[in-house]
């Protein structure tokens, strides 16, 4: 979405109902089944959360090789959702470029997986 209006005002305690949080991409995989080209992701998110997977449309700019042992943040509160055969269970964020292709987000400087975002 790329969009150039702002959203709606929402409180901080709306902000802090959304779980951000940092992992390693420990595995990725090509998921060539899927409606729109995406790469299967597992995502270590340390002790307290584990290992999860996503779905990412991130193709344009990534491959698995790239993608495996690099951080990224992701949405780790939201219900699980079935992306074709594959559950995804975490939303891998990032922002959109002039021509829609996804550039993921991850922290500057070392982060211990599973850090929240604050």
């Known amino acids: 979405m790329t969009d150039a209006s702002p959203a709606s005002q929402i409180g901080f305690d709306d902000f802090l109902k959304v779980d951000i949080r940092a992992g390693t991409v420990l ?3 090509p998921y060539p089944e899927a409606r729109k080209p995406a ?3 597992w995502i270590d998110f340390g002790p307290k959360i584990g290992e999860k997977r996503s779905s990412a449309q991130i193709t344009h700019l990534y491959t698995p090789e790239t993608l495996v042992g690099r951080k990224v943040a992701a949405v780790v509160n939201f219900p699980p959702r079935q ?7 975490v939303l891998v964020l990032g922002f959109a470029d002039a021509e829609g292709r996804i550039s993921l987000i991850a922290p ?6 599973g850090a929240r975002l604050s």
């Open 27 to 29: 595995r990725a995989e």
């Open 39 to 41: 790469i299967k992701l």
């Open 83 to 89: 992306i074709g055969r594959f559950m995804s269970e």
């Open 108 to 113: 500057d400087h070392d982060v211990p997986d």
